[in-house]
């Protein structure tokens, strides 16, 4: 010991010690202000004198749930957020269904609540009318605005109403920005709005803060302590092993874990050894994951509902990838649509978070999507309603296949400009073609032109007439046979003539465009 103190990392910490002394207020501040936390002792000292809570003012959270666990360092992260005075944050939660975003706000709204003396106001933006949460965000102090019919004036009202108020307002489950338009409160007052969806672009020009709430670390003990707080101890202890297989199995996904710890909780004929053996059959384990109110398939409904349908349809039948990897050149294989629209729809699914990403920026197959294994039994379920997984499967069944260590292995290859997506069981990896001969830097000829490959459509023109370009400079992109092909100057020179235009349908060896060689 050398005499000095360290600096606790979060205030937070502070505020849960001051809690288990019973401090006040004025003690409380005292406590963050030796601790260097000038803010937060503010923040304290403005809240009633003597106590944390004003019993007169509202408390619209739902339910918290019992045995909540785990995402600690997302809790302090949001707690110290809410809890600095001089701004007035809009915090976003997002994630998939089933991974806990209403249970994470309504954990904090009990938590936090000390740290709002005009109250906590809770609005089920998913399943109310804005009309109807104006009306309960104003019945809670005593105004009464039903004689305001239309929803401008409403919000007016009510964005009046809390302009001056110390309170917190969770918005749970946003799917669209425009929802809203009517319900924020003035940047410039004093509420807090903690914002919770599925979706990870909302907002998405404003400046906020955007927590990602992920699946349960495999690595950590947050699935077994769920266990845990629903099963005991002992229980635990005994069948540790197996219910780390369940969890695994699961996905880590919390909304699931908890309705399988509840079956074993009360329901007599369920015992791990039976669970390990549903969860392994996988087919049809869904119909399983249920329990009361709760259910796995109706949380993933709710985002796949609002799919169109022709969305409905690519994702449904990406189920073929099982456990793989997936790119979109590889998905517009199998699902038989063009790059292009592969391309656009997984990443609509990605901000609805119906898929996942896979694998970081400076990785080789970053562009690479997976379904959480739950979501790819319920896209097979949903596939083989609407008839669709056939086709797919037909398409892998012609796929050319290889042996490695005396196992057959099946190949997607896939081009894509200069480079080939090669899927296996694996996943998807991108590989670029090298020639094997150096490339010729000459052409003999002093003017020529550039023909289609094969029947297409002209996707896009790169140059315009008269334009100077390198060699190997892209020119044109054509789409054929559901392929994109970049025709590329093959010796530098000037472009005399463009001979079709972007949408333009080309048959085979169509002369697409003219160059005048340099010398």
Not at 499 to 511: E, I, K, M, N, W
Request: glycine share 6%; aromatic share 6%; with cysteine.
């Amino acid at each position: 010991m050398d005499g000095r103190v360290n600096r606790p990392r979060h205030h937070s910490d502070l505020l849960q010690l001051a809690r288990a002394l019973n401090l006040t207020n004025q003690e409380t501040a005292v406590l963050l202000e030796a601790a260097g936390y000038a803010n937060a002792a503010e923040t304290i000292r403005q809240t009633p004198k003597e106590g944390v809570l004003n019993s007169a003012a509202p408390f619209q959270a739902i339910p918290e749930l019992p045995y909540f666990v785990g995402r600690e360092q997302i809790i302090q992260k949001i707690e110290s957020l809410l809890s600095t005075s001089d701004a007035q944050p809009v915090c976003i939660i997002h994630g998939m269904g089933g991974i806990g975003k209403t249970t994470l706000a309504a954990h904090l709204a009990y938590r936090t609540r000390y740290l709002f003396p005009d109250g906590v106001l809770w609005g089920d933006v998913g399943r109310s009318d804005p009309m109807a949460i104006l009306q309960a965000f104003a019945q809670a102090y005593g105004v009464d605005v039903s004689h305001y019919r239309d929803l401008a004036s409403r919000s007016q009202v009510v964005r009046q109403l809390l302009a001056d108020k110390r309170a917190l307002l969770v918005l749970d489950d946003v799917w669209h920005s425009a929802d809203l338009r009517h319900l924020l409160p003035p940047s410039t007052g004093a509420a807090t709005v903690l914002i919770t969806t599925r979706r990870n672009d909302l907002l998405a020009s404003a400046d906020i803060q955007r927590i990602e709430l992920a699946l349960f670390d495999e690595d950590r003990p947050d699935s077994l302590a769920l266990f845990r707080h629903r099963l005991g101890v002992a229980f635990v202890n005994r069948e540790e092993a197996t219910l780390q297989e369940i969890a695994h199995a699961l996905g880590h996904l919390p909304l699931a874990i908890a309705i399988i710890a509840n079956h074993l909780a009360l329901d007599p004929d369920w015992s791990v050894d039976y669970i390990l053996n549903v969860l392994r059959h996988k087919q049809g384990r869904l119909a399983d994951l249920a329990y009361d109110d709760q259910s796995v398939s109706l949380s993933f409904h709710v985002g796949y509902d609002s799919l169109p349908m022709e969305m409905k349809q690519f994702f449904v039948q990406l189920a073929v990838f099982q456990t793989q990897a997936f790119s979109p050149e590889t998905a517009a294989f199998a699902t038989q649509v063009s790059p292009h629209t592969a391309r656009r729809s997984s990443r609509s699914l990605y901000t609805l978070l119906l898929v996942q990403v896979q694998g970081q920026a400076n990785d080789h197959n970053w562009r690479c999507y997976h379904l959480h294994p739950l979501m790819r039994e319920f896209a097979l379920e949903e596939a083989q309603k609407a008839n669709v997984v056939h086709a797919a499967r037909q398409q892998f069944a012609r796929l050319p296949g290889m042996q490695v260590n005396g196992r057959s292995h099946k190949l997607i290859i896939v081009p894509n400009e200069d480079d080939w997506w090669v899927q296996t069981e694996s996943g998807a990896i991108c590989t670029t073609a090298l020639p094997r001969l150096p490339r010729k830097t000459a052409v003999s000829a002093t003017a020529g032109s550039l023909r289609a490959p094969m029947p297409g459509s002209v996707l896009a023109v790169m140059v315009s007439q008269g334009q100077t370009v390198v060699e190997g400079e892209p020119l044109l992109k054509l789409e054929a046979m559901k392929m994109e092909h970049t025709i590329r100057a093959p010796a530098a020179g000037i472009v005399t003539e463009i001979l079709f235009a972007p949408g333009d349908s080309v048959p085979a060896d169509a002369q697409l465009l003219q160059l005048a060689f340099a010398d």
